[in-house]
């Protein structure tokens, strides 16, 4: 299931960020909500952040975590990544 992912088919097939903050992507008919995250540090932590912080991406379905997949810098001008900015800046006042 892992290799239907990267960040290129998130972002292509991205639909909205949610209030919780993932992002919603549709892929064959199925959501998957997605984040960026830093990634491990040792510490038992992995939060989420912007994009220009992470460096990976968590894919869930339902709540559970199924592919953790690298950013992509051949998506640093991905169009959606202008949307996904916009739309935290209406869902948190600034930009994050």
């Known amino acids: 299931m892992a290799s239907k992912f990267s960040e290129k088919v998130l972002l292509d097939n991205y ?19 997605w984040e960026y995250r ?3 540090w040792n510490d038992g932590y992995n939060p989420v952040t912007t994009r220009n912080r992470a460096s990976e991406i968590t894919v869930n ?8 997949i690298e950013i992509d810098s051949n998506c640093d001008n991905h169009p959606t990544l202008d949307k996904i900015l916009k739309e935290e800046a209406e869902l948190y006042g600034t930009l994050v």
């Open 61 to 68: 379905i339902v709540g559970y975590i199924i592919s953790t």
């Open 38 to 40: 830093r990634g491990d």
């Open 15 to 33: 639909q909205c960020l949610c209030n919780g903050g993932s992002f919603l992507s549709i892929i064959e008919g199925k959501e998957y909500w």
